[in-house]
Structure formats: structure tokens, C-alpha cells
């Protein structure tokens, strides 16, 4: 949380810092036509500022630039400023510094592509000239683009800045100025054919670093006008390098100059190294692992430096195909940078970000590589698909009660919380079997199935092979020592019991065929069972012992003969339960909930051998009887030691034992910290109950669940969490305008 509020208070910061107070001109709309036909020769440059100023506290970026930057001779500066609660207006500004009215368009939207579409025509038809710069305005988040106006609830993506482009012939250069995180590659790629020079900051950004170059850029315009675009880019760079402002408080500073025209090659370089990391991906993944952490990170981690990170790869990876193709990125990416710097706290910025996953706690939109989303970098290359395959790597999963979908809960409301967390496996819980199938709703859980296959979620059921008390009285239930009939548990020596229990996952699979595998939830015998006639004769037949195991001596041999023998019944059982089924769904995976640590093996549970049939095991971390943070991993680094098959927490809430919110909150970190593979919540009806604080455990499934700067973040966050940020922004703001007030008479 701290962090995030800390990143707004960045964003906030840096552009509260362009404040300065100036006055408005009062240009009417009646001179506009004139003043067009006054003004509107062609000239070699024409600068569009794509202020957008409509968000929540946005500044009044027009001020700040009307005083920097101004028409010549050679240039054209042409502004469309939207604020908040303010009409949008274009402007020119002239030579000596006037805001000229050219356009009141009243409320628009600066998030539609239409806008910045309209925007480009009207400079290019009313400034028509040999070449066109454009600097945006507002917030930005690397690949997800830039420009959130809050009236509208709108954004700008990439593909639609690109799709603005292509209509009106795009632009020489573009700038990001203000918007945070721009200096990504999937960014530049996506307008790599309509833009020759692309300039934007790996790190957050702001205007505080182009306010004063404003002016010489123009100057520069103005003055050299046949400079080339490339050369250009290397003078913005330049110019924000020695800026003084930016010299004194550059710390945090990151700025790259792009050339466009190389980016294919980059592009295809990436490509090939992750087909070839997706090939090898068993052996390149714990090497990754391994070094990502040092690798210099933006925006709290979801982006890494390109160049960095290829560096710190060539020194761990052995494999040569992959070190090849590691050097044939570093060349292509060298090829594209044409001037870039960097502040003392980024020393491992090189100019190009690439969106990455923390490993440790995956967070990956599946939007990034959705072709309706319109990425043409994760359209062209593997990347997306290795970023979804270390996404999946660690799982963080909720299970559902089946009785539940379309009835307590609508799919849009486990959907929504699926996206909320950034879950990467559901679970379709059947909970005891005979029940539940009598209290779901087929349709509703087969939709839910569809939504989260759409939407490349994996898909699991789960079962409880048992019956409720008093049921299925003929099929053999487990029999305790003294020699009392369990009334749920059934006995998994008996055949009739394992067809029994092998055809639930029949019925359910029939129904729900393309799900991505099954549970079948602790399948184990109570410690002092089973001494059923099935399993005496049987135990007699495979291991020629004669007495009664109900006699055997706890240290005894035989004793220890007995419970080796049941562990193999259980085993056996699972094999057949998987060969079964396997015949019927050969692509499917097998997952089984077991007991924790000691008692798996006292229940009849191998874990060793089971994890050799399986492809999943998830001992079950009991939430009622934690006593420590780290409770949840010393289980999963138990069974860690005695398995290689992939081991994730079943992390189940006691409703009765009235677990607290830091119970849960701790055993997720701690599963994610552990050796194993994730974690899954048992279940999504306690989580929601109204008995937990529902927004610090998303908080946890997603670190980024308030997110980087969205407008739905005001509506998400509501209440004090906003009045919060409010007062903190508000005194910020007014500290930085009182500091500024002072720097500014001080340096009268
Ligand atoms: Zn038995």
C-alpha cells in the first residue's frame, strides 16, 4: 500500500511542481478565422501539444508551456488543452508568447483516438508543414499508454495512438513528456511505421524536466531547421541533460531517444530469444529467477531495463543457442538508442523498458497479449508468450463452490474478483460430491468454465470421493478399530468404491470436458482405519500376514507392514483414478489435495510416489491451527523435499474458527515465499463473507490492484482511502507551490 501511494504522491509531485501562475488570455472565438488566415502559413515545423489535463487534480500544462515554448519564423507551436472542469480549447501561440484562440471545443474526450485524430488533421490542414512534432500530456503507463480523462472514463492505447496516426500520415517525432513509464519498447514499437523519432522516460516523468528546454527546442527549430529528426532526438536529450534544473535534481531522471526504423530488427532479436527461452524453459526459468531481482526495475518492478537485463542474463545463462541470441538483442537494441540519460538512482537505465513479471508474485495482464487489445509487439513475438508462461509458473488460485455460481454468487462477481487479483487458476470445487450435484447450477458453473477459459485462466474441478452420513449405505465405508462403520468416509480398497468415486469424475468431465484438469480432494484412511472385510482379506492376500491387524503392536514390524500396505492402496487407487480418466481426456492434468507434513503419512498418503502419478499436489494449510508467519511455508518446503512435482498451498479458511485477516494475508506470502508453486484459497464464499478486509488480501493476490494510474482507481478505492490521498496530495501541492513561490522571488 505504501509504496502505491507513494508512486501516486511521485506522479502527483512532479506534476504539481509545473505549477506557475500566469494569466489567461482573453482571446475570443470570433477572431479565430482571421487569425488563421493571418497566421497559417506553411512553415518547416509544426509542434502540437497534446495537453490533456482532464484528471483528477490535473495542472494547466498550457501555462506552463505558452511561457517556454512560442512560434518563428520556421515553427508553429498549436496547443489543445482539455482541464477537468474547463471547456477544451485549441490555441496557437505566437512569437511572443500570446495564447491565441483558435478553437473552443467545448467538452471532449482526450482519451479517444478520435480526438487525437481530429487534432493532428486541424494542425496539418490549418499549420500545414514539412514536419510535425507532438508532446503529450497526462498520465502513462508504458504499454497500457497514456492520456486517462476523467470525464470521459476514457485512455488512450497504443493501438489507438497508432491507429490516429496512421489516418493523418503521422509525425516526425513524439514526445512523451509528462506521461510516467513511455520509454517502453512495446510502446515505440507499436508506432515504429509512423514516427521517426520516439522520446520517452523508462521511470516516472514529468514536465519539471521539459519546462525549460522548452524554449531552446524551439529556438532549435526555429534556428536549424533542416537539423534531421535523429539528430534532433539526441538534441532533446541533450537538452534535458543540461537543463539546470534537471542537473540539480536528476536523480530519479530517465530519458531515451528512439530511432524507429531499427526497431524491427529489435523486435525479431526478442522474438527469437523467447522461442528459444519457451524451448528450454524448464532449465532458463530458475535462471532467471535467479538473477531478475538485480536487474534495474520501473514502476515498482513490472518493467525492466532491456539492456540490463540481457547483461545480467549473458553472465547466468549456459545454454549457447540462448546466449547468441541474448548478443543479437544487445547489438539490435544498441542499434536504437540514439541518446539517452539517466539520473544516479536509475544507474541501470540504457533507455528501453521491456514489461516483465516479478516472479515471486506473477502479476500479468492477459490484455497485453489480447489481439482485440491490439499490441503489435506481443502479436509479432513470443514475448507475451513467455511472460504468460512465467506467469503461470507460480499459482494464484481461489476455489469456488460449484452450489454457489449463479446463486450466492454471480459469475461476474467471481469473474471481477478473478481480475481484481490477478488469479491464474480457478477452481471449480463439487466439495462432497453427492451434495453438490444435487445443489448446482450446471449452466451457470459451465459459463463461469467458458469465462475464465477465455480468458486463458486454467481451469480445474475438485471432488471429495465421499458420501454424506447415512448414504450409499452397500458401498463399503472406512471401519475404525473399534469397529464402528464410518458414516462418510469410504474404503478405497474396494473396487466397487473406486469405480464409484472414478465415475464422479466421469459425470463432471462429461459436462465440462475442456477444463484443464481435476482434483480429487484427500483421498486418505483415518489413522486408525480401515479394518474393513475387504481390506483384512486383502491385507492377508498381499502380504501373507495371518493376525488380525487390529492386534499389531504400534513398534511392531507388522505394524509398520500395515501402514506401508495402506499407503500403497492409496497410491494404487490414484493410479487407477488417473489411468482411468486419462483414457477418456488424454490431455488433462491431475492434481490431489493431501494432508500436511507427519500426517500425510499417517492417513495412508505417500507423498513421494503420489507425486510421481500426479501433476499436482496441494497440502492443505489449515488456517485455524497457525501459530507462526511462516506456517504456510514450512509446509510447502516439507513435502518440497520429498516430491519434484509441482506442490501448491491449499490455504483453507475455518468460517467457525474465526480466522483473522492477517491469517490469510500471512499464509499467502508466506506460500509465495516458500520453495513451492503458489498457493490456492479455499474457498471464494468465507473470502467474500463481509467477515475479512476483502481489499488488503486482493492487495496481497496483486500488489498492483489499486494500480498504476487508472481512472477506475478513484471508483475502486473509494472512502477513506481516497480522502487520504486527497489531503496528502492537496498538502503536498501546496508545499510545492509555496516552495516554488519562494525559488521563484528568491531568484528575482
Ligand atoms: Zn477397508
Redesign the pocket.
Same mark, same amino acid.
Given at each position: 500500500m505504501k509504496k502505491i501511494i507513494s508512486i501516486w504522491l511521485t506522479c502527483i509531485f512532479i506534476l504539481s511542481n509545473t505549477i506557475i501562475f500566469t494569466n489567461f488570455c482573453s482571446a475570443t472565438e470570433d477572431n479565430n478565422q482571421n487569425y488563421l488566415q493571418n497566421n497559417s502559413t506553411r512553415k518547416n515545423w509544426t509542434f502540437m501539444f497534446y495537453d490533456d489535463a482532464d484528471f483528477y487534480n490535473g495542472y494547466d500544462p498550457l501555462e506552463d508551456f505558452a511561457g517556454q515554448a512560442c512560434s518563428g519564423e520556421n515553427l508553429n507551436v498549436i496547443v489543445l488543452q482539455d482541464k477537468e472542469h474547463d471547456s477544451a480549447k485549441i490555441w496557437h501561440i505566437d512569437e511572443n508568447h500570446n495564447k491565441n484562440l483558435l478553437k473552443n471545443m467545448g467538452e471532449i474526450n482526450m482519451g479517444a483516438y478520435e480526438t487525437l485524430k481530429d487534432f493532428i488533421s486541424y494542425c496539418k490542414e490549418n499549420f500545414s508543414a514539412e514536419r510535425y512534432i507532438i508532446s503529450f500530456y497526462n498520465h502513462g503507463s508504458g504499454w497500457q499508454g497514456c492520456c486517462n480523462d476523467d470525464t470521459n472514463n476514457d485512455s488512450l492505447t497504443m493501438d489507438e495512438i497508432q491507429k490516429a496516426f496512421i489516418e493523418t500520415d503521422g509525425v516526425d517525432i513524439v514526445c512523451f513528456s509528462a506521461p510516467c513509464l513511455m520509454g517502453a519498447l512495446e510502446s515505440v514499437y507499436e508506432l515504429k511505421d509512423y514516427t521517426d523519432v520516439y522520446i520517452g522516460s523508462e521511470e516516472y516523468s514529468g514536465y519539471m524536466w521539459w519546462i525549460n528546454i522548452m524554449k531552446p527546442l524551439c529556438d532549435t527549430l526555429n534556428q536549424n531547421p533542416g537539423r534531421s529528426n535523429i539528430e534532433l532526438g539526441e538534441t532533446i536529450i541533450q537538452l534535458i541533460d543540461n537543463d539546470s534544473y534537471n542537473k540539480s535534481s536528476r536523480d530519479d531522471l530517465t530519458m531515451g531517444a528512439i530511432r524507429t526504423d531499427k526497431m524491427n530488427d529489435l523486435g525479431n532479436a526478442i522474438d527469437i530469444l523467447s522461442q528459444d527461452v519457451i524451448n528450454n524453459f524448464e532449465e532458463s526459468y530458475p535462471i532467471i529467477k535467479q538473477f531478475y531481482q538485480d536487474v534495474q526495475s520501473f514502476g515498482t518492478g513490472r518493467f525492466l531495463d532491456l539492456y540490463d537485463f540481457v547483461e545480467k542474463y549473458q553472465i547466468f545463462e549456459t545454454n549457447q543457442t540462448i546466449n547468441t541470441d541474448l548478443k543479437y538483442v544487445l547489438e539490435n537494441l544498441t542499434k536504437v538508442i540514439i541518446a539517452e540519460t539517466h539520473g544516479s538512482n536509475k544507474p541501470g537505465a540504457h533507455g528501453l523498458s521491456i514489461n516483465f513479471l516479478n516472479t515471486s508474485n506473477p502479476i500479468y495482464d492477459t490484455k497485453y497479449a489480447d489481439l482485440d487489445y491490439g499490441l503489435d509487439f506481443a502479436y509479432d513475438t513470443y514475448w507475451d508468450e513467455l511472460l504468460e508462461k512465467i506467469w503461470l509458473k507460480t499459482s494464484k488460485g481461489i476455489a469456488v463452490g460449484s452450489n454457489i455460481v449463479g446463486a450466492d454468487s454471480s459469475i461476474s462477481e467471481v469473474l471481477d474478483f478473478i481480475e481484481d487479483c490477478n488469479i491464474n487458476m480457478l477452481i471449480v470445487d463439487f466439495g462432497w460430491i453427492t451434495w453438490s450435484w444435487n445443489n448446482t447450477l450446471f449452466d451457470y458453473v459451465g459459463n463461469l468454465i467458458n469465462e475464465s477459459k477465455e480468458k486463458k485462466i486454467p481451469t480445474w474441478l475438485m471432488y471429495r470421493a465421499r458420501t454424506l452420513e447415512g448414504e450409499y449405505e452397500h458401498l463399503?465405508h472406512?471401519?475404525h478399530k473399534n469397529g464402528e462403520v464410518d458414516g462418510r468416509y469410504l %474404503?478405497f480398497?474396494?473396487n466397487d468404491n473406486i469405480n464409484w468415486s472414478i465415475s464422479w469424475a466421469h459425470k463432471m468431465l462429461e459436462k465440462y470436458p475442456t477444463v484443464d484438469g481435476i482434483i480429487l480432494y484427500n483421498p486418505m484412511f483415518f489413522s486408525d482405519c %480401515?479394518y474393513?472385510p475387504?481390506?483384512l482379506e486383502r491385507f492377508r492376500n498381499d502380504t501373507g500376514i495371518v493376525s488380525n491387524p487390529i492386534d499389531f503392536d504400534v513398534d511392531s514390524e507388522e505394524y509398520k507392514t500395515w501402514i506401508i500396505w495402506r499407503k500403497n492402496i492409496i497410491t494404487d487407487f490414484i493410479n487407477e483414478w488417473k489411468n482411468n480418466i486419462t483414457d477418456f481426456y488424454p490431455e488433462l492434468q491431475f492434481g490431489m489435495v493431501v494432508e500436511s507434513g507427519e500426517m500425510a503419512g499417517s492417513v495412508g498418503q505417500n507423498i513421494t510416489s503420489l507425486g510421481e502419478i500426479v501433476d499436482l499436489l496441494c497440502p492443505f494449510v489449515a488456517l485455524d491451527s497457525i501459530t507462526e508467519t511462516d506456517f504456510a511455508s514450512n509446509i510447502i518446503n516439507e513435502v518440497k523435499k520429498i516430491t519434484d512435482v509441482r506442490v501448491i498451498s491449499d490455504i483453507k479458511i475455518y468460517g467457525p474458527y474465526n480466522n483473522t485477516n492477517n491469517d490469510i494475508i500471512n499464509a499467502i506470502t508466506s506460500s509465495l515465499n516458500s520453495n513451492g508453486d503458489g498457493f490456492f484459497i479455499w474457498d471464494f464464499d468465507s473470502l467474500v463473507s463481509g467477515n475479512y478486509n476483502i481489499e488488503s488480501i486482493k492487495m496481497t493476490y496483486n500488489p498492483y490492484y489499486f494500480g498504476w494510474y487508472s481512472p477506475s482507481i478513484q471508483e475502486t478505492s473509494g472512502g477513506i482511502l481516497q480522502v487520504y490521498i486527497g489531503i496528502i496530495m492537496f498538502i503536498i501541492a501546496t508545499l510545492s507551490i509555496a516552495i516554488l513561490f519562494l525559488y521563484e522571488r528568491k531568484k528575482q
Open positions: 463399503q472406512q471401519v %474404503c480398497t474396494d %480401515c474393513c475387504v481390506c
